[in-house]
C-alpha cells in the first residue's frame, strides 16, 4: 500500500519562506511514473489545488494564488521518494493543513483524480 508522509509544516511570519517534504513508501510503480500534486485546506473551504508535477519530475503546474510563488520538485535522487514545496513570500491566507498527493501518470489539479494521500500537515502565517 502507497503510503505518503508529509513534514515541514509550522507557524511562520508572513513574507517567510518554507519548504514542506512529502515521503513515499509501499511504491507499487518506479517513483518516476507517479504524478504529484500538493493541495491545502483552510478550515470551512474546500480542498485547493496547490501545485501539480508530472512524471519523471516534467511539467509543473500551479495554483492561481500560488503561481510565482510557490514550486515543486521531486528529489533528483529517485531512490529518496520525496516530493518537496517550496514556499516563498508566504502571506496569512496561505494558512491551511497542506496534503501530497500521488496517482499514476499524468497530472491532475482535481483532487478526486488522486489516488493515494498523505495525512497533512499545518501550515500557519501569522500577520
Known amino acids: 500500500q502507497v503510503q505518503l508522509v508529509e513534514s515541514g509544516g509550522r507557524l511562520v511570519q508572513t513574507g517567510a519562506s518554507l519548504r514542506l517534504s512529502c515521503t513515499a513508501s509501499?511504491?507499487?510503480?518506479?517513483?518516476?511514473?507517479?504524478?504529484l500534486g500538493w493541495f491545502r485546506q483552510a478550515p470551512g473551504k474546500q480542498r485547493e489545488f496547490v501545485a501539480a508535477?508530472?512524471?519523471?519530475?516534467?511539467?509543473?503546474?500551479?495554483g492561481d494564488s500560488v503561481k510565482g510563488r510557490f514550486a515543486i520538485s521531486k528529489d533528483a535522487n529517485y531512490l529518496n521518494n520525496t516530493l518537496y514545496l517550496q514556499m516563498n513570500s508566504l502571506k496569512p491566507d496561505d494558512t491551511a493543513v497542506y496534503y501530497c498527493?500521488?496517482?499514476?501518470?499524468?497530472?491532475?489539479?482535481?483532487?478526486?483524480?488522486?489516488?493515494?494521500w498523505g495525512q497533512g500537515t499545518q501550515v500557519t502565517v501569522s500577520s
Open positions: 508535477i508530472n512524471t519523471n519530475g516534467g511539467n509543473t503546474y500551479y
Open positions: 509501499g511504491l507499487t510503480i518506479p517513483w518516476a511514473d507517479y504524478a
Open positions: 498527493a500521488a496517482r499514476h501518470f499524468l497530472a491532475s489539479f482535481k483532487a478526486t483524480e488522486y489516488t493515494y
